[in-house]
């Protein structure tokens, strides 16, 4: 795992220790910041069952000003805090430990809204709490994204899960893996 573009560029990251993250290959992740490039600069962002990372360290390389990283997995949060601490960035970094869904649960404010949000749940997520991640994005859309954000949705390529409110813009396939980019209505037009 490495970061493959901006100001740390060929920085290695800490790969999980174990199975319970999926880091993204450097293909797909070319890919899909080819596609997010023109909204990386100056954006806030939030990387959702962050794991180690890597999708919030390359939008940070990219000239992203903050990143919040949501994980619960103990061993994957030494990780992160290690990457970040590697590319002497943590004064732009926030580090949620714990459960992403009790955070959102919040009510929104202003402030914390993001341009970007990386909503990438273990696969077994979508099977088993399908409900969950619905309110999540239902949360997403009462102001925790930006008025013209975008969410980047990985899961299985077999699976698909009713992303109301917001709409899926864009999608893609990599090997069994899709990548759907959500925005509300009103930011599709």
């Known amino acids: 795992m490495r970061i493959i573009a901006g100001e740390h560029r060929g920085r290695k990251l800490l790969a999980p220790e174990s199975d319970i993250t999926r880091p993204v290959t450097d293909r797909v992740k070319q890919s899909l910041f080819d596609i997010l490039a023109p ?3 100056g954006s806030r962002v939030y990387d959702c069952f962050a794991g180690t990372g890597s999708m919030g360290l390359e939008c940070l390389s990219r000239g992203a000003s903050e990143i919040t990283f949501f994980e619960e997995d103990r061993s994957a949060l030494v990780r992160l805090k290690k990457n970040i601490e590697a590319i002497d960035r943590q004064n732009q970094c926030r580090v949620i430990a714990g459960d992403l869904f009790k955070w959102f649960g919040r009510p929104p404010a202003q402030e914390n809204s993001a341009d970007l949000i990386f909503l990438d ?34 899961h299985d390529a077999a699976d698909s899960l009713d992303v109301n409110p917001l709409e899926c813009f864009d999608q893609r396939e ?7 980019f959500l925005r509300r209505p009103s930011a599709t037009k």
Do not use: A, H, Q
């Open 39 to 41: 909204l990386v600069p």
């Open 121 to 154: 749940p273990p696969y077994r997520f979508l099977r088993e709490r399908p409900d969950d991640l619905r309110d999540l994005i239902l949360k997403f859309s009462e102001g925790y994204l930006s008025k013209e954000g975008t969410v980047i949705f990985r």
């Open 174 to 180: 990599y090997g069994g893996m899709t990548l759907e």
